[in-house]
């Protein structure tokens, strides 16, 4: 164990404010730079605080991007649960869903990105836990257990209306489709294959 650790530990426990702004910076400057341009300087410095207080609380700019991308999903999470009612009526739960992100961005500018962050690409060595995309493709697997074909693997199922999801609204802004117009054509093209029996 690190002989530094107690007294890192004693000395951020006597400045719990400036954690709070630590966080407050890393958050405004990990979703306007991203990862790669933002230093634990720039952080501090944004914060208002010397330097070295980075240090009381993070061991580096890694621990504090993951701990960044823990605090984001954390969010998303209960914004979603508290967004979407679920019914029989699978179209109803993926539109209330696709309807949920849209409004998470909307309140939330660019951290959408960082929600859906694979640690690998940071880390690929150390995988810390499941991204938040796979956890929420986990989340629609066990709510479509029941309803898919039994031939239909429902963790590959939950996977690609997740990643559906995501990829269609991050195009449909970019092609400049309504948000209206990808609801409904996401919503009608994954309902319609959620209900398709096999051959």
Not at 4 to 18: G, K, L, M, N, V
Not at 56 to 79: G, N, Q, S, W
Request: aromatic fraction near 8%; charge should be negative.
């Amino acid at each position: 164990m690190d002989a530094c650790a107690p007294a890192i530990a004693s000395a951020a426990q006597r400045h719990p404010d400036s954690l709070a702004k630590i966080k407050t910076a890393a958050r405004k400057l990990f979703t306007e730079r991203g990862y790669h341009y933002t230093r634990p300087q720039d952080i501090t410095r944004t914060a208002g605080l010397g330097h070295g207080t980075f240090y009381l609380h993070y061991k580096d700019k890694r621990e504090c991007y993951f701990a960044f991308i823990d605090d984001a999903r954390v969010e998303f999470h209960t914004f979603m649960q508290a967004r979407i009612v679920r019914t029989n009526v699978i179209e109803s739960t993926i539109a209330q869903s696709l309807a949920a992100i849209y409004a998470f961005s909307d309140q939330n500018p660019r951290l959408l990105n960082a929600v859906m962050a694979d640690e690998a690409l940071f880390d690929a060595d150390d995988p810390r836990t499941s991204s938040a995309a796979r956890r929420w493709g986990m989340d629609w697997a066990e709510m479509l257990r029941q309803d898919i074909p039994a031939t239909c693997d429902p963790e590959i199922v939950g996977q690609a209306i997740v990643g559906a999801m995501y990829q269609c609204l991050l195009e449909g802004d970019r092609m400049g489709a309504s948000r209206e117009q990808v609801i409904a054509t996401l919503t009608q093209l994954l309902a319609r294959a959620l209900k398709a029996q096999p051959d």
